[in-house]
């Protein structure tokens, strides 16, 4: 049985109401999922049996749903509790959003600016120091704005030279340090005064023949970058 770590939330957005789910009302979905027991849930989430039910209760009144279904037992007892077709679904998107921050839970942060906004083409152009990188647009942004650039790690791509393909972003740079770790190699890269980070695997390490101070061109798609404003 799993369970997640403490401080994450999940907004759940199910025609037009929210509710944040935090850990412990995910962990408790999540066990009752395993065990088919509220009781059992509520011991592994660590929780009173009446907080669960509260748990319980306020996500239901809060989404106007019903998220779980017990079924009572005979005379020798034996009740049910299983997660509703609404609280599987709501379970399966929070594994998701695990899922995800657990591919990417390494990421590049850049700070930059916005320079070009093109709504006919839906990308915008931002500058981080010497460089120009190309993203999707995002309505909220202006010219101008401040913005953190998230790129994970495993979303920078390696290669001896510029190649014609879907990938927006090219950039010339130089390996300044390389480690490995658990199998992976993990390549440090000046890129115009920038430094970005990529994993890739041994067999593509001994493809392109790297080595410290080798030039590369690195590439990633718009669509790979996340931004905040800051």
Known sequence: ??????????????????????????NLLNFINETGSL?????????????????????ESTLDISIV??????????GKTSLTEEG?????????????????REVNEIEATVLEINK????????MKEI????????????????????????IFLMLNPQESSIRN??????VEMSLENEIIRVKMDVGGITLFSDITLSAEKALNLSLGKEIYIGFKAMSVATLKI
């Not at 944040?20 to 995910?26: A, D, E, I, R």
């Not at 009781?39 to 996500?59: D, G, P, W």
């Not at 006919?120 to 500058?127: A, F, H, P, T, Y």
């Not at 120009?132 to 790690?153: H, M, R, T, V």
Request: charged share 30%; with cysteine.
């Open 1 to 26: 049985m799993t369970d997640v770590k403490a401080g994450v939330e999940y907004n759940i957005n199910l025609d037009g109401k929210s509710f944040l789910l935090n850990t412990s009302k995910y």
């Open 132 to 155: 120009e990188i190309n993203i999707p647009l995002n309505e909220k942004y202006e010219i101008g704005d401040k913005i953190l650039a998230l790129i994970s790690y495993d979303n």
């Open 120 to 127: 006919s083409e839906g990308i915008m152009k931002i500058q």
């Open 39 to 59: 009781t059992e849930a509520a011991k592994l989430t660590k929780i009173s049996y009446r907080t669960a039910l509260n748990h319980v209760e306020k996500i």
């Open 170 to 175: 090219i950039l010339k740079g130089k390996i």
């Open 69 to 78: 279904d017990t079924q009572k037992g005979g005379k020798g007892g034996g």
């Open 88 to 104: 599987y679904s709501i379970l399966k998107e929070c594994k998701k959003i695990n899922a995800i921050m657990e591919l990417h």
